[in-house]
């Protein structure tokens, strides 16, 4: 299999610094395979994306199954798996209407056009701005990339696009001073996920959600890496009891098939009227059927109530090492979405970790993420955590 990335090498943009001697060929569970039959435990679960596991038997018989039967007809006609997610998303959100799309960055994008159309719909022209957060980050399109608040993701891609305002992360004065009357929106992360893995303070985004109602403006939640049960809830914000005019998904919602959400209250929603906004592969059949699987398996509240269980003995096991190595400067997070911000250069410490036989994140340069498929069990991190004391 060595060819495979040879031919990857020669014929792939080279975008990614990609690990590895050999290419994966099987996933199960929060085990993946390579090529060489080396196993690896998954502790990013392809970046917040199987949070199910890799290949969980219930979203393969549901791909299997639409595959057979229906995979395209465009959003020109109707189809039930969509009709069905539609209906569940409501049903357990604050939403009342939903768009289909097929990334994140996608459903950030409708989400700021949405934002702006609503305004401007009603004849309000003048408010068109949307505020955003340092460190946040929101997508790679222009837009989106506008949008996100990390200089560092900018770079070679200007001009940027007009209309973006970042202020810093949990603090309501900065927030306030650059609230105006051309600001049509506030787009925050619940949890910053890229920036650090930095969840919102206890009390600002209820801080965020009255200052948006005062001064009539919208509220985005950027919930594509914590939200499908990341946090422990079925989306972050819930935990705050704090609830949004917008809200973007991806990532996790069809375990890995590729698709994107807009979800919004009914009035935010009259942003969009026929012809405003459209998406191709939008919502297919067959990413439906995957994503209302999903969506059913996570909704469990014994599965939420793992999670929160999980994460706060990962969270503990990881506060040992704090406590036992100097170089670990903080553990931060929320469910199954952790950081542990460390003295020195990440990478080194993810290299060593996969070449043992765990797969981790590093960001931010000196943060480790770890973002496991929430079926991670107990004696995994038991595993990883004595990796990482021994690394330390």
């Known amino acids: 299999m060595t060819d495979s990335i040879q031919k990857t090498d020669d014929f792939v943009f080279q975008t990614y610094l990609r690990q590895g001697s050999a290419?994966?060929?099987?996933?199960?569970?929060?085990?993946?395979?390579?090529?060489?039959?080396?196993?690896?435990?998954?502790?990013?679960?392809?970046?917040?994306?199987?949070?199910?596991?890799?290949?969980?038997?219930?979203?393969?018989?549901?791909?299997?199954?639409q595959a057979s039967t229906l995979v395209h007809v465009s959003n020109l006609f109707y189809t039930r798996p969509q009709a069905d997610l539609a209906q569940a998303l409501v049903e357990n959100s604050f939403a009342r209407r939903v768009f289909f799309a097929n990334s994140g960055a996608e459903a950030n994008e409708g989400a700021i056009k949405l934002a702006r159309r609503f305004f401007q719909v009603k004849g309000d022209?003048?408010?068109?701005?949307?505020?955003?957060?340092?460190?946040?980050?929101?997508?790679?399109?222009?837009?989106?990339?506008?949008?996100?608040?990390?200089?560092?993701?900018?770079?070679?891609?200007?001009?940027?696009?007009?209309?973006?305002?970042?202020?810093?992360?949990?603090?309501?004065?900065?927030l306030k001073n650059a609230m105006d009357d051309t600001v049509c929106a506030v787009m925050l992360e619940p949890v910053q996920g890229e920036g650090g893995v930095i969840p919102a303070d206890q009390g600002y985004l209820e801080q965020v959600r009255a200052l948006c109602d005062e001064t009539g403006t919208?509220?985005?939640?950027?919930?594509?890496?914590?939200?499908?049960?990341?946090?422990?809830?079925?989306?972050?914000?819930?935990?705050?009891?704090?609830?949004?005019?917008?809200?973007?998904?991806?990532?996790?919602?069809?375990?890995?098939?590729?698709?994107?959400?807009?979800?919004?209250?009914?009035?935010?929603?009259?942003?969009?009227?026929?012809?405003?906004?459209?998406?191709?592969?939008?919502?297919?059949p067959l990413a439906t059927a995957a994503a209302l699987e999903a969506l059913s398996l996570i909704c469990d509240p014994d599965f939420l109530a793992r999670v929160i269980e999980t994460g706060d003995y990962f969270k503990e096991k990881l506060g040992e090492l704090r406590d036992r190595h100097e170089r670990v400067k903080e553990i931060r997070g929320k469910g199954l979405l952790i950081g542990m911000e460390i003295d020195e250069k990440a990478g080194a410490v993810v290299d060593a970790c996969f070449k043992k036989g765990f797969i981790i994140n590093g960001i931010q340069d000196k943060v480790l993420r770890f973002a496991p498929p929430l079926i991670v069990e107990k004696t995994e991190i038991d595993q990883l955590a004595a990796v990482l004391d021994s690394l330390l």
Do not use: W
């Open 218 to 284: 919208l509220l985005i939640f950027d919930e594509i890496q914590t939200g499908m049960g990341r946090c422990g809830t079925l989306f972050a914000h819930q935990a705050y009891e704090v609830f949004p005019d917008i809200m973007t998904l991806a990532k996790a919602l069809a375990n890995g098939f590729p698709i994107g959400a807009v979800l919004a209250t009914k009035e935010a929603a009259k942003g969009f009227g026929p012809g405003s906004h459209g998406s191709t592969f939008g919502g297919t």
């Open 125 to 174: 022209t003048q408010r068109h701005k949307i505020i955003t957060m340092e460190q946040s980050f929101h997508g790679r399109t222009m837009a989106t990339l506008s949008a996100t608040g990390q200089d560092k993701i900018k770079d070679g891609f200007y001009p940027l696009l007009e209309g973006f305002i970042h202020v810093p992360f949990n603090d309501l004065d900065a």
């Open 23 to 65: 290419p994966f060929v099987k996933g199960e569970g929060t085990r993946l395979t390579d090529s060489e039959g080396k196993t690896y435990i998954d502790f990013l679960a392809g970046i917040a994306v199987c949070n199910l596991g890799h290949c969980h038997p219930r979203i393969t018989r549901a791909i299997e199954k």
